[in-house]
């Protein structure tokens, strides 16, 4: 089956505008499992750029008895100053991605927010959200290394510090 979650024709948002937001669409796909625990799986596989607005529907994009893809348009990736850490730890990684925040509503799993900060994603998933990670999309990098360029500074390191007789730790005697 091929991939439908990259879209070659993608472009970078403009970066020279100072805009730090990004329009797309998810992709969601529900797969039915035979299973006695559960009857079907659903997961984030990916997203592609979109102008639609947002509360735009969704539509469906491949269906048959095992397998349903739906689209989700109007959807916007931000970026902010406070999580510039966190876009810097993405892209550096050997396998940047977009994680995306999704929601069962009326049988039906629907993505409700985009973000491209580990730190963000950590939050969500340590808050027992559903969360999937899936690629991101090789247009966008130039975008979020720009803003991460203006915007993080690493904190400075600080000197270690070395025990004393001062300290009144472990061993101690004083």
Known sequence: MACLAQNPAMVAP???SGNASCSVAV???RVVLNSRWTSEKWEAKGVVRDA???????????????????LFPGHV???????????????????????????????IAQPEFLSVSYHEG???????E???GVALP???L???????????????KKKGRYASNKDKGVGFHG
């Open 14 to 16: 403009d970066i020279s």
């Open 27 to 29: 992709i969601m796909e």
């Open 52 to 70: 639609s607005p947002p509360g735009a529907p969704y539509r469906v994009i491949v269906r048959n008895e095992q397998l349903t893809q739906l």
């Open 77 to 107: 990736i931000r970026l902010r100053r406070d999580e510039a850490e966190g876009y810097y730890l993405n892209i550096t990684s050997p396998t940047p991605k977009i994680f995306i925040l999704w929601r069962v509503h009326d049988g």
């Open 122 to 128: 950590a939050r969500w998933t340590d808050g027992g």
């Open 130 to 132: 559903n969360v999937d």
């Open 138 to 140: 090789v247009e966008l």
């Open 142 to 156: 130039p975008w979020i290394g720009e803003f991460v360029e203006q915007h993080y500074r690493p904190e400075p």
